[in-house]
């Protein structure tokens, strides 16, 4: 439940984070008012893909068989593992200048008159957001043990996108202890953590398979400690990766993940020319 929560909330952020700087720039330009029909036809036809792709991953699981099921669970887990990294690399090279980035791209539709520019310009953005948050969501309910309890995932998603209204407009207001920068930096963290736990995910039941070999099963045993049945052990399961006895394979595993994670983003640290955009901590300003 916490992740389905906190991926809903994180990614909605995001994308009211983009819609929201257009919104305001056409709404701040005559001939940009213009565009706003657009803009929410952006909007709508993103929705519309993503939701398009969710019932791609839906159908094709349910062709499978049960072995192909395991396979179809490890390799989601691994795509959403890949792409929240990626996302998160993406947003450190690219948050500075996303505010300039998004308004020239849509100063140049409006100037043309291409108001179908305009449309596309969200309609990628949007979907891009969206389609990350389906394979997100799939991924880590095929790595929870509740999948069967749609009904509660439902209503974290509904818990994580109405905290993501108040969040943005949290943000919006501006203030020195909640800064775009600040959330960005703290969410960064958890999607890190929440992608080396899908990544564990998918080791289990590639091991399951006898795809991946244990080495040594279990290196430890915490149980007695922490068990992961619930409570804190259960958190730092679905959001850390956590496992009470795992197997050597997991544990190197998840220790090049890391490596590679924290390499990946001190690469897309260093800025190749020096920004010309507004930084992401004021691009709500």
Request: include cysteine; glycine fraction near 12%; charged fraction near 15%.
């Amino acid at each position: 439940m916490e992740q389905v929560g906190f991926i809903v909330w994180r990614e909605s952020v995001e994308a009211l984070l983009v819609v929201g700087i257009l919104y305001a720039w056409l709404r701040s330009d005559p001939a940009g008012r213009r565009g706003l029909p657009w803009l929410w036809g952006g909007v709508a036809c993103g929705l519309a893909l993503a939701g398009l792709l969710a019932l791609v991953l839906l159908g094709m699981a349910s062709w499978l068989s049960d072995t192909g099921q395991e396979w179809f669970q490890a390799i989601m887990a691994l795509v959403a593992c890949v792409l929240v990294v990626q996302m998160v690399a993406w947003m450190r090279a690219h948050g500075r200048g996303l505010k300039h980035d998004l308004e020239a791209g849509a100063g140049s539709m409006i100037r043309r008159d291409r108001w179908w520019g305009l449309l596309a310009l969200v309609m990628i953005a949007v979907a891009r957001e969206g389609s990350e948050t389906v394979v997100f969501l799939y991924g880590a309910i095929l790595s929870s043990q509740d999948e069967g309890r749609s009904a509660s995932m439902v209503l974290a998603g509904l818990v994580g996108f109405g905290a993501a209204l108040l969040t943005f407009w949290v943000l919006q207001l501006g203030g020195r202890l909640i800064t775009w920068r600040r959330f960005f930096k703290l969410t960064e963290a958890l999607l890190l953590l929440l992608a080396g736990a899908l990544l564990v995910s998918a080791t289990d039941r590639l091991i399951s398979l006898e795809v991946l070999p244990a080495l040594i099963d279990p290196v430890w045993n915490t149980s007695w400690l922490l068990g992961t049945e619930g409570g804190l052990g259960k958190v730092l399961a679905d959001f850390a990766g956590y496992r009470a006895y795992p197997a050597l394979s997991q544990v190197l595993i998840w220790l090049a993940y890391w490596v590679v994670a924290i390499g990946t983003l001190r690469r897309a640290s260093r800025p190749a020319v020096p920004a010309a955009g507004v930084s992401i901590g004021d691009s709500a300003a």
